[in-house]
């Protein structure tokens, strides 16, 4: 479902497959374990790299996994996938490095949201999109998910228009609305700048747990919503 490579300091987490990188439980879960054991190996000067195989980074939530279940269970897993999501994201806001989401694929609804809950976005620039579509398949957001766009994506007409027009947002585009931070050719120069950008990161060898409480300190209704504290740290050398 997911692997992990280690560069040096640097972590790359490979979302493997030809597939469309649903986040149904066993993924979770994958990503999951993933994150545990790139926290667990911190060191000052690590960064994490997310990308993916395929044309997929994430179609989102596992929706076929859930509606398996019929017109009986499908609420009780489409609960059960959103509140299974949830604690990616607060792993991700709480992991002591510079985070950076190679995005090769397109990335919808909760694929979308995955890869804004790192610290840097970096995409491909042919016909990959980021995509809500919760709107045109009858989805309202979960709380949690509404506070990450808010924070994400400052600018209140390019929110508008991801959430309210569903609208399918090229690399490019991506850019001017403050969502991607740079675009690239190809899936493979994509991960070549994303590491190229992670290694700057990891260069300044920064205090990692200063680095996460910063981070969680930037996006405080979202670490609400997700039970994350935040705490006032003083390195050890000060």
Known sequence: MC????????FLLILTGDNEHRLGPTLVD???SALAQVKSQATPGSALITTAHDKFFSNGLDLPWAQAAGSSGFRDRLNHLVNNFKPIIADLLSLPMPTIAAVSGHAAAAGF???????????KNDRSVLYMSELDIGLTFADYFMAMLKSKISDPAARRDVMLRAKKVKAEEAVRMGIVDSTHDS???T???AVRLAEQLSGRKWNGEVYAEIRKAMHPEVCGLLGLSHRAVVAPWL
Do not use: F, P, Q
Not at 3 to 10: C, I, K, P
Not at 115 to 122: G, K, N, P, R, T
């Open 30 to 32: 994958s990503i999951r």
């Open 187 to 189: 899936a493979e120069s």
């Open 191 to 193: 991960v070549e700048a």
């Open 3 to 10: 692997t992990l490579e280690e560069r040096g300091n640097l």
């Open 113 to 123: 949201r995955l890869a804004i809950s790192h610290d840097y976005v970096l995409m």
